[in-house]
Structures are given as C-alpha cells and as structure tokens.
C-alpha cells in the first residue's frame, strides 16, 4: 500500500514536538479540516466528558487535565462522538475472538476518505494511500479494527 508523508497540518499549526496525536492527525487529514480546529474541538471534549475525566483522574491524579490534552491520545468515546456528530459511519472489520480479517491494504477497503483504527493507531486513507507521518502497515500484515466513512454526500 502507497504511504504519504502527511503531518495533517500540525507543522503549519506550529504545533512542536514529538507526540501521540494521531487521533487529531487522521482526522484532521480524512475530513479536510484545520489541524488546530480538530485539536480545540477534542480537547473541549475530552474536558467537557466527566466519564473520560474521572477515567483520566484515576489514572493520573491532579495531572489529569495534562493527559486530557490531544497530545497524549484521545479516548475512543470521544472521537467516536465527533465523527458521529459529522455523520461518519463506523464500520467494525473485528470481532472479539474473530482473529483479524481486514488488513492495512488497499485491496480489502473500500475506495475513499477513511480514518481506520489499528491497534493503538489511527490512521487516514484516502483512495487506498495511507496518510500519516510514517507507514504503519507493516507490510500490509496491521490488522484493521474498522474505519470511519464520511456521510454518502461529501
């Protein structure tokens, strides 16, 4: 599967440092939107989520508000509701138990702007190129979780 160096607009935002902001970056990427405008947007979120909060305060105590940051990750209820609210459809490609039957490869997704969930990654595919800031195919071996789709009008 083709790679393309793509950083989602997060240089061009003087966005600094290494980081886990992939969640912002394949978003920010498959729905055209300005990195720092996704990145305000889930970081209200995750703040605003006292189910998330409380989770990030037992982890991580009086930091909690540090690993709220986008930086660090995003939880996967709230980037579910964000693409939700912007009429994204899920697509689950594995069970529990099933074993892996979707791959990182062009051949087994579909055509389009996809933001696909690997294991502990996320990604933008845009008509079977991956976007990201390196390959995390692994070959075409990374087993695919399920993706996001945009609504059947963009």
Not at 75 to 88: A, K, P, S
Request: charged fraction near 25%; hydrophobic fraction near 35%; charge should be positive.
């Amino acid at each position: 599967m083709r790679w393309v160096n793509d950083d989602g607009g997060r240089a061009a935002a003087r966005f600094k440092g290494r980081t886990g902001d992939c969640v912002v970056r394949a978003i920010a990427i498959a729905t055209g939107s300005s990195y720092s405008s996704v990145y305000r947007s889930l970081h209200r979120s995750t703040l605003s989520d006292r189910a998330v909060m409380a989770k990030l305060t037992a982890q991580h105590g009086a930091r909690a508000r540090e690993h709220a940051s986008p930086r660090t990750g995003v939880d996967r209820r709230v980037y579910d509701r964000y693409l939700r609210e912007r009429g994204w459809t899920w697509t689950p490609t594995m069970q529990v138990g099933q074993g892996c039957t979707v791959h990182l490869r062009a051949r087994e997704l579909p055509p389009g702007r996809l933001i696909v969930r690997l294991s502990r990654h996320m990604c933008a595919v845009i008509d079977g190129v991956i976007h990201d800031t390196f390959d995390p195919s692994r070959d075409e071996t990374r087993c695919v979780y399920g993706y996001w789709q945009p609504p059947a009008d963009r």
